[in-house]
């Protein structure tokens, strides 16, 4: 498990239950590793664009996880 200690935001705790690394997401999704790292940390006032969280969602069903946009940011 990943993150162990750490604020971690929905997602970040969605990567770290699951054993998917930012890496992975990162390479899946097309979006950069320092994007997807703030999109991790919990208490940021980060938002989203719709384009990233489609991109962040659809590489996560290709892994295989049955997600939405609210699971993370709704």
Known sequence: MFG?????????????????????????????????SLLCKGKTNINPTENTMRKIVGALRRMGHDVDMEDFWG
């Open 4 to 36: 162990l200690g750490k604020d971690r935001s929905r997602l970040g705790k969605f990567l770290d239950n699951n054993d998917i690394t930012q890496e992975e997401l990162k390479d899946s999704s097309g979006l950069s590793r320092d994007g997807i």
